[in-house]
């Protein structure tokens, strides 16, 4: 008897990521130049085992050196067709150096003015303004 497989259960994947805007005390935003996107701000996927919180932390200090604390929670921004799940953070940094990274080329921190004209790759630079706009938080914006 042939088995029926269209009963099976898949889970279905999604890529969870976390990502942070850095802001320092004199009002700039730490970013990355990253090899294939540009200026963006550091984060990366979320690994098995580690919160989103954590990940956030992970990525900005492997990207840029930076240690940081997490002031607080901002939003979602969902890739629906991709699956893909991006978690935002509004944060501030407490220790280390800029360095740079294999996925870093370049790292620094950069007036708020400056970031519409650096950051160009998809809707980053949206990301980074629902960060900083209190008023619209906490989104989930889905595209």
């Given at each position: 008897m042939g088995?029926?497989?269209?009963?099976?259960?898949?889970?279905?994947?999604?890529?969870?990521?976390?990502?942070?805007?850095?802001?320092?005390?004199?009002?700039?935003?730490?970013?990355?130049?990253?090899?294939?996107?540009?200026?963006?701000?550091?984060?990366?996927?979320?690994?098995?085992?580690?919160?989103?919180?954590?990940?956030?932390?992970?990525?900005?200090?492997?990207?840029?050196?930076?240690?940081?604390?997490?002031?607080?929670f901002?939003?979602?921004?969902?890739?629906v067709?991709?699956?893909?799940?991006?978690?935002?953070?509004?944060?501030?940094?407490?220790?280390?150096?800029?360095t740079?990274?294999?996925?870093?080329?370049?790292?620094?921190?950069f007036?708020?003015?400056?970031?519409?004209?650096?950051?160009t790759?998809?809707?980053?630079?949206?990301?980074?303004?629902?960060?900083?706009?209190?008023?619209?938080?906490?989104?989930?914006?889905?595209?």
């Amino acid at each position: 008897m042939g088995q029926n497989t269209s009963h099976i259960y898949t889970p279905s994947k999604h890529f969870v990521s976390a990502a942070t805007i850095v802001l320092n005390d004199q009002k700039e935003i730490l970013l990355i130049k990253g090899p294939k996107r540009g200026w963006e701000m550091p984060g990366g996927i979320v690994e098995e085992g580690e919160s989103l919180k954590d990940a956030a932390i992970r990525e900005t200090k492997e990207e840029s050196g930076i240690d940081i604390e997490v002031l607080k929670f901002c939003g979602i921004f969902q890739n629906v067709d991709k699956s893909i799940c991006n978690t935002l953070f509004l944060a501030k940094p407490i220790g280390g150096k800029l360095t740079t990274s294999p996925e870093s080329l370049e790292v620094g921190f950069f007036p708020i003015e400056q970031v519409p004209e650096m950051v160009t790759f998809g809707n980053f630079r949206q990301r980074i303004e629902h960060c900083l706009d209190n008023s619209i938080q906490p989104f989930c914006v889905e595209f």
